[in-house]
């Protein structure tokens, strides 16, 4: 599963990932983030209606078009296994789809010790941006934009620390991806091209299991040192 991110890669890297050219989308000076929730507002990148790629905003955990109110289960992730059949998914998967900007994310273990959870930071060489293959969808009953990460069984080396893993796409295939002419039977084969052999992971601190502290965002570059275990 994927149940915070990162994203501290500055906007000049999102407009070369992505190829945004609108000045809206250029001008953004968004301040990096270190430890992105669950129902945050974050930025995602979509086809546009022009042929180049959209940058959208919207909420962390998917709101299908169709739902009226908000949904209780957690929908921040999607199943690759599921998210062509689902309810709540299908719809995006077939015409909504969303590339999801990061340079890292974090999963935990059980700590034999004290029970207590140990969070790892993994992340590509030399902390290169990348993208979590991700679905989207705008609500008009609610007003709301939001989206979903693609997760998939993990393989080395996260399968270490969990057993999924959020889905980064190779970049060869952003274009694909995002592409809403493509037909709903290819997709799958589409995210078969992930980059997720090349991570790596570093033990940090457990002062990042805490998505706030006193109401307010934890949210600081420390988050992602890691730490020397004894």
């Known amino acids: 599963m994927c149940g915070r991110y990162t994203r501290y890669l500055s906007w000049s890297e999102i407009h070369r990932l992505y190829r945004l050219t609108a000045p809206a989308e250029i001008g953004r000076t968004d301040a990096p983030r270190y430890n992105i929730a669950p129902t945050d507002e974050v930025p995602f990148i979509t086809a546009g209606e022009d042929g180049n790629h959209k940058l959208r905003t919207g909420r962390w955990w998917l709101v299908p078009f169709w739902a009226k109110e908000m949904p209780k289960g957690q929908m921040f992730n999607a199943r690759i296994e599921s998210v062509d059949t689902t309810p709540a998914y299908r719809d995006a998967f077939k015409s909504k789809r969303c590339l999801i900007p990061a340079d890292g994310y974090y999963e935990w273990t059980i700590?034999?010790?004290?029970?207590?959870k140990d969070p790892r930071f993994i992340f590509q060489p030399d902390h290169a941006p990348f993208s979590f293959a991700g679905l989207w969808a705008y609500n008009s009953n609610l007003e709301i934009t939001s989206c979903t990460i693609i997760t998939e069984p993990s393989a080395a080396p996260v399968n270490q620390v969990h057993d999924r893993q959020p889905l980064i796409l190779d970049p060869a295939y952003y274009d694909a991806w995002l592409d809403p002419t493509i037909p709903a039977g290819d997709l799958k084969d589409i995210l078969s091209h992930d980059i997720d052999g090349q991570l790596q992971f570093s033990r940090v601190?457990?002062?990042?299991?805490a998505a706030a502290i006193d109401k307010q965002p934890n949210d600081h570059a420390e988050l992602i040192e890691p730490i020397k275990l004894l």
């Open 111 to 116: 700590s034999p010790a004290d029970g207590k």
């Open 205 to 209: 601190g457990r002062s990042v299991n």
